[in-house]
Antibody
């Protein structure tokens, strides 16, 4: 079974940094595109970033470009989201997700989510 | 591309049919995806490319549409269908989600 186990959330001060992890199992991690989606408390879903394997290209929402970095460790089967210069509006539950098949942005499998709170 | 969902909340009785709407701000062909999210859970993929059910999704969920207007229909509503349903386009980057439709079972 496909499993995505997330870790790394927590409380951080504005301007601080945090790294989220998403440990994958049950599939060939190095062959699937991966995505991060977030959800502010009581709000809807917001796409954050995706990594496309075919050309190793990363995509970012305007709201996080230049502050967040998506990366993968294929040896350890882990997806990361490095978040710098965090703002209060970055407070959200962050989900990692795996592409359904060859299409990056059809999100077929999701992690359980991890809460990031940016507050002083 | 802005995805607009309506209604914001839909309340129906068990056994009824619910029709959820999603409108794109420009032509996105059939590149719409639907997800279901229950409280405290991650979203679950229901439908991709407007009308294709994901593996394990029952036939009571059906999608249709193209261009700018899309619908998700849930037949024979059951209490476990209570959730928020989101549409998402995958036409280009950035992908965007609609605000969601909350389905309540009376």
């Amino acid at each position: 079974d496909v499993q995505l186990l997330q870790s790394g959330g927590g409380l951080v001060q504005p301007g601080g940094s945090l790294r989220l992890s998403c440990a994958a199992s049950g599939f060939s991690f190095s062959t699937y595109d991966m995505t991060w989606v977030r959800q502010s408390p009581g709000k809807g879903l917001e796409w954050v970033s995706s990594f496309r394997r075919s050309d190793r290209q990363s995509f970012y929402a305007d709201s996080v470009r230049g502050r967040f970095t998506i990366s993968t460790d294929n040896y350890r089967s882990v997806l990361y989201l490095e978040m710098n210069n965090l703002r209060a509006e970055d407070t959200a539950v962050y989900f990692c997700a795996r592409a359904l098949a060859v299409v990056t942005s059809i999100l077929g499998h999701w992690g359980q989510g991890t809460l990031v709170t940016v507050s002083s | 591309i802005v995805m607009t969902q309506s209604p914001a909340t839909l309340s129906s009785f068990p056994g009824e049919r619910a029709t959820l709407s999603c409108r794109a701000s420009q032509d996105i062909s059939e590149y719409v995806v639907w997800y279901q999210q229950k409280p405290g859970q991650a979203p679950r993929l229901l439908i991709y490319d407007a009308s294709n059910r994901a593996t394990g999704i029952p036939a009571k969920f059906s999608g249709r549409g193209s261009g700018t207007v899309f619908t998700l229909t849930i037949s024979n509503l059951e209490p476990e269908d209570s959730a928020v349903y989101y549409c998402q386009h995958r036409y280009t980057w950035p992908v965007t989600f609609g605000e969601g439709t909350r389905v309540e079972i009376k």
